[in-house]
């Protein structure tokens, strides 16, 4: 959640004139650092539906 506010507040602080847009399982545009953007669709949490 916070890693979602705080790119939220990033994108309404350069797009949008200021309108923060994204909300929980958004899909975020690739117009970031994707340098910490981890492929996890191998994993599997055994408590995951």
Same mark, same amino acid.
Do not use: E, F, K
């Given at each position: 959640?916070?890693?979602?506010?705080?790119?939220?507040?990033?994108?309404?602080?350069? /797009? =949008?004139?200021?309108?923060?847009?994204? /909300?929980?399982? =958004?899909i975020?545009?690739?117009? @970031?650092?994707? @340098?910490?953007? /981890? =492929?996890?669709?191998?994993?599997?949490?055994?408590?995951? =539906?």
């Amino acid at each position: 959640m916070l890693r979602i506010r705080a790119l939220n507040s990033w994108r309404a602080a350069v /797009q =949008d004139a200021g309108r923060g847009c994204l /909300q929980i399982n =958004d899909i975020i545009p690739a117009d @970031h650092c994707l @340098h910490d953007v /981890q =492929d996890m669709s191998t994993l599997n949490h055994p408590r995951a =539906d």
